[in-house]
């Protein structure tokens, strides 16, 4: 068994690993590139310590590369990623009996500050739904765009995913597959079905191909667009709308922010928040309870006779 195990390079493993998340796991495709790249930068690691096969991996190995990360200043969030993606490797490396002890167990994440999401005033995000210019060509997709990503708090991959067949605009309700495939439905309101429905009648067919294929929003040559464009157009018209006083990290998961923040203000319960933005954990949600507090805690500095 050992003899085995010693002809079977670490790289080897963590390309069957990767094919077993592909294939079996229905992990998204993001979430996969990402435990992709995260042991990729591992592996390159390991080859500077001559650690060509899985056996030959020790837990102080793992610690000096997370110690090298926090030298290259990289962010602790992502240093438990990191960290998760060795830890998965390793029990998929115990679960085939390519290694005979899981020491991942004992590994310890580093430890994670919670950050408040950057989330922008109502009257920041009326600046930027208003910033394309109807005489533009795309205005109909990009004023879409920048609507429905506010009304319903999607991510800049579910948008880019998601097809005409997945609206049902005369309810007032869209369904997405989200992370892990899995599904929700959410509501949209009557400005954003305005707006998509002028885009779908009015500009769509012009830009829709004999290969085009059923997704929503399409680019210049019909093909349709990424998550990477998306996140570009919002970014363009960021900068139209506010110049050189735009928002810090004002993205399209800014306004996916905004969205459950302004909720939650208005008066929605959790739970509701929770099953819109598609969280798996209410504890990922309640992050908003605390940028809520954040303005509360400004209000009461700004109007308390006491400081």
């Known amino acids: 068994m050992h003899d085995v195990l010693a002809e079977l390079p670490l790289g080897k493993i963590a390309k069957e690993f990767l094919d077993y998340l592909t294939i079996e796991a229905g992990l998204s495709n993001n979430?996969?590139?990402?435990?992709?790249?995260?042991?990729?930068?591992f592996l390159e690691y390991c080859k500077s310590c001559n650690i060509k096969n899985i056996q030959e991996l020790k837990p102080q190995h793992i610690n000096n590369y997370l110690r090298l990360l926090t030298k290259a200043e990289r962010c602790e969030s992502s240093m438990k990623r990191a960290l998760v993606s060795i830890r998965m490797l390793l029990r998929y490396a115990k679960v085939n009996s390519y290694i005979e002890d899981d020491f991942?167990?004992?590994?310890?994440?580093?430890?994670?500050?919670?950050?408040?999401?950057?989330?922008?005033?109502?009257?920041?995000?009326?600046e930027l739904l208003n910033a394309p210019d109807p005489k533009q060509e795309f205005y109909l997709r990009d004023k879409?765009?920048?609507?429905?990503?506010?009304?319903?708090?999607?991510?800049?991959?579910?948008?880019?995913?998601?097809?005409?067949s997945d609206?049902?605009?005369?309810?007032?309700?869209?369904?997405?597959?989200?992370?892990?495939?899995r599904?929700?439905?959410?509501?949209?309101?009557?400005?954003?079905?305005?707006?998509v429905n002028d885009y779908i009648e009015n500009l769509r067919p012009k830009l829709q191909k004999?290969?085009?294929?059923?997704?929503?929003?399409?680019?210049?040559?019909?093909?349709?667009?990424?998550?990477?464009?998306?996140?570009?157009?919002?970014?363009?018209?960021?900068?139209?709308a506010?110049?050189?006083?735009?928002?810090?990290?004002?993205?399209?998961?800014?306004?996916?922010?905004?969205?459950?923040?302004?909720?939650?203000?208005?008066?929605?319960?959790?739970?509701?928040?929770?099953?819109?933005?598609?969280?798996?954990?209410?504890?990922?949600?309640?992050?908003?309870?605390?940028?809520?507090?954040?303005?509360?805690?400004?209000?009461?500095?700004?109007?308390?006779?006491?400081?």
């Open 210 to 240: 004999p290969f085009s294929s059923n997704f929503l929003l399409l680019s210049r040559t019909g093909r349709a667009m990424s998550r990477i464009e998306l996140w570009r157009i919002v970014k363009k018209y960021t900068s139209l």
């Open 104 to 126: 991942s167990v004992f590994l310890e994440a580093p430890k994670i500050w919670q950050r408040l999401p950057a989330v922008c005033s109502k009257e920041q995000i009326l």
């Open 31 to 41: 979430t996969i590139l990402g435990y992709g790249r995260d042991l990729k930068n």
């Open 183 to 195: 599904e929700r439905i959410i509501p949209v309101g009557k400005t954003a079905i305005s707006f």
């Open 167 to 181: 609206l049902n605009l005369d309810i007032g309700y869209l369904r997405c597959i989200g992370k892990g495939n």
């Open 144 to 164: 879409a765009i920048l609507e429905i990503l506010y009304a319903t708090g999607l991510r800049a991959s579910e948008l880019a995913n998601l097809k005409v």
């Open 242 to 307: 506010f110049g050189s006083k735009q928002p810090k990290k004002l993205s399209t998961h800014t306004l996916r922010h905004s969205f459950a923040t302004h909720l939650l203000a208005g008066g929605a319960d959790l739970r509701s928040i929770q099953e819109m933005l598609g969280h798996v954990d209410i504890a990922t949600t309640q992050i908003y309870t605390h940028v809520d507090q954040e303005k509360l805690k400004k209000v009461h500095k700004k109007f308390h006779p006491r400081p």
